[in-house]
């Protein structure tokens, strides 16, 4: 019988020959996409002969992704990557040779105006990946003024933080990703021909603090060095500092190197038998591929192969509690 030609992934997503080359896929091996997204690394990694697992907590990528999951044979699960093991563990499967995470808002969510993630084009004031849950607007609209201005400075690392927060206080209520940018760039004195809009700072925050995107990452680090095997690859793309420092921060930690922490995981120097080897150099695109796709001028692909060490008991009662 022929073979039925799969449908083609929406996009090609950053990095991709290098996020293939640091998973080194051998047929038959069994890795976890855990950001399906369109589906481009999942693809690829079925057509290097993965058996692929992917995650996604959009119900719009689970539903739109069925037909390339179908097509290539992937398991399409709808949640958290950040439980991985636990949905892994339901299917019977308790480890992986390689896990690969593309961190932060997908082009699909960027570019859908009523999803409310960019001010690109004016659309509800939502920004939640899952669908579910406290929306942008419930945040902006009954927080405290200073946990806003919190908020922005820390994920966003808005300078000006408390003057853009009693801003939107005082704008209050706010609907619509318009009426956000607006008060944003008042609140700033930003004038139309600079060439970066103050926006952003406030958009990616506000995305971040809405999705707990820094502690599910954190976690699903936690949740790939538990299910990797002796050998297991893991990789991460990220796209901006905050995201990069705690990959960086944990890879390090977990190779034998002192880690200087994050908000969630304090400062120690590692005292237990390494769980990674030595992480690889951090990878950032070329020119060939940030002519084709700008947006990928931020990536940074990270990647680390997992040693024989078990995780500590230490650290796994610490994930539990947390």
């Given at each position: 019988?022929?073979?039925?030609?799969?449908?083609?992934?929406?996009?090609?997503?950053?990095?991709?020959?290098?996020?293939?080359?640091?998973?080194?896929?051998?047929?038959?091996?069994?890795?976890?996409?855990?950001?399906?997204?369109?589906?481009?690394?999942?693809?690829?990694?079925?057509?290097?002969?993965?058996?692929?697992?992917?995650?996604?907590?959009?119900?719009?990528?689970?539903?739109?992704?069925?037909?390339?999951?179908?097509?290539?044979?992937?398991?399409?699960?709808?949640?958290?990557?950040?439980?991985?093991?636990?949905?892994?563990?339901?299917?019977?499967?308790?480890?992986?040779?390689?896990?690969?995470?593309?961190?932060?808002?997908?082009?699909?969510?960027?570019?859908?105006?009523?999803?409310?993630?960019?001010?690109?084009?004016?659309?509800?004031?939502?920004?939640?990946?899952?669908?579910?849950?406290?929306?942008?607007?419930?945040?902006?609209?009954?927080?405290?003024?200073?946990?806003?201005?919190?908020?922005?400075?820390?994920?966003?690392?808005?300078?000006?933080?408390?003057?853009?927060?009693?801003?939107?206080?005082?704008?209050?209520?706010?609907?619509?990703?318009?009426?956000?940018?607006?008060?944003?760039?008042?609140?700033?004195?930003?004038?139309?021909?600079?060439?970066?809009?103050?926006?952003?700072?406030?958009?990616?925050?506000?995305?971040?603090?809405?999705?707990?995107?820094?502690?599910?990452l954190e976690r699903a680090l936690e949740a790939a060095e538990a299910l990797l095997v002796e050998g297991g690859r893991l990789a991460i793309v990220t796209f901006h500092s905050l995201e990069d420092r705690i990959v960086k921060q944990?890879?390090?930690?977990?190779?034998?190197?002192?880690?200087?922490?994050?908000?969630?995981?304090?400062?120690?120097?590692?005292?237990?038998?390494?769980?990674?080897?030595?992480?690889?150099?951090?990878?950032?695109?070329?020119?060939?591929?940030?002519?084709?796709?700008?947006?990928?001028?931020?990536?940074?692909?990270?990647?680390?192969?997992?040693?024989?060490?078990?995780?500590?008991?230490?650290?796994?009662?610490?994930?539990?509690?947390?």
């Open positions: 019988m022929s073979r039925v030609e799969a449908p083609a992934a929406a996009h090609v997503p950053v990095l991709l020959d290098e996020v293939l080359a640091a998973l080194a896929i051998a047929p038959g091996e069994v890795h976890v996409d855990g950001t399906f997204g369109a589906g481009g690394y999942s693809s690829a990694m079925a057509r290097a002969g993965a058996q692929v697992f992917a995650f996604d907590r959009d119900p719009d990528a689970i539903r739109e992704g069925r037909a390339v999951a179908d097509a290539h044979g992937i398991a399409l699960i709808e949640g958290e990557f950040s439980r991985m093991a636990e949905l892994l563990a339901e299917r019977g499967i308790d480890k992986v040779a390689g896990v690969v995470l593309d961190i932060g808002v997908s082009s699909m969510q960027l570019d859908r105006a009523d999803r409310g993630f960019s001010f690109q084009s004016d659309g509800p004031l939502l920004m939640t990946m899952s669908q579910t849950g406290e929306s942008a607007a419930d945040f902006l609209n009954t927080a405290p003024e200073q946990e806003i201005a919190d908020v922005l400075y820390r994920y966003g690392e808005e300078p000006r933080s408390r003057r853009v927060a009693r801003a939107i206080v005082e704008a209050r209520p706010l609907e619509r990703t318009g009426e956000l940018a607006a008060v944003v760039r008042r609140a700033l004195g930003h004038k139309p021909h600079e060439k970066k809009d103050p926006a952003t700072r406030a958009f990616q925050a506000i995305r971040i603090h809405v999705n707990r995107e820094l502690e599910e944990f890879l390090r930690g977990r190779s034998g190197g002192e880690s200087s922490g994050s908000r969630h995981m304090p400062e120690r120097t590692a005292t237990f038998a390494p769980t990674f080897h030595r992480p690889a150099k951090a990878v950032r695109p070329g020119m060939a591929e940030l002519t084709r796709n700008p947006r990928a001028r931020s990536a940074t692909l990270r990647s680390a192969v997992r040693t024989a060490a078990p995780v500590p008991a230490s650290l796994t009662a610490r994930s539990v509690v947390r």
